[in-house]
């Protein structure tokens, strides 16, 4: 997702719905490619005879879920919180809190729900997440600036972005199962 390298929100948010035990899910991406050629394989005549691979049997899918991000900020009001305190200690603890910082991690999205069949939007939820981060720059200490984190993984789970991101769709999630007269 953009600026941050984080993959396709899709495969997690598959995962939350199916979890959620609220809606069942059909699988149309690489899944679906790979029973596309089971099919081939069978019409080839080459699968076991007796296979039940005839047409038909796919489940419709009924409705669909489009994830959006509109927001997500990875310094949504941080501040260098030590610099106005640094300024009013003397000597090293003033450079000592001149490193300390605040980092506002923020998010929000939106899930909509879409009927397959009549093109009618069923449900739109909005979702958001924020989080503040307390950091101490160790540069400040040693009277020099530290360049970039370096380069971060791109995942949900691995970076405080893509883990703010990850709630905001929880959050957008829940209140559409709301909507939808779900617990």
């Known amino acids: ?9 899709v495969p997690i948010l598959k995962l939350l719905m ?3 035990q609220c809606f069942q899910v059909v699988d149309r991406g690489a899944a679906s ?3 596309q050629r089971e099919r081939a394989l069978a019409a080839q005549g080459e699968l076991q005879e ?4 005839g047409g038909g049997q796919m489940v419709a899918a009924d409705y669909l879920i489009t994830p959006n991000l509109l927001f997500q900020d990875r310094n949504a009001g941080g501040s260098k919180l030590g610099a106005a305190l640094g300024a009013l200690l003397p000597g090293g603890f003033g ?3 001149g490193g300390i910082s605040t980092q506002n991690l923020e998010a929000q999205v939106l899930l909509t729900l879409t009927n397959v069949r009549t093109g009618v939007q069923e449900a739109v939820s909005e979702g958001s997440a924020r989080k503040a981060d307390i950091g101490f720059d160790f540069g400040a200490l040693l009277g020099v600036g530290l360049v970039g984190a370096g380069g971060r ?3 949900y789970t691995s970076t405080d972005i893509g883990k703010i991101v990850m709630a905001a769709f929880v959050d957008g999630l829940n209140k559409m199962v709301g909507q939808l007269g779900g617990a």
């Open 33 to 35: 490619e790979a029973l």
């Open 95 to 97: 450079a000592v809190a």
């Open 153 to 155: 993984g791109g995942s």
């Open 18 to 20: 199916a979890r959620s």
């Open 50 to 53: 007796g296979s039940n691979m």
């Open 1 to 9: 997702m953009g600026t941050y390298g984080l993959p396709s929100p």
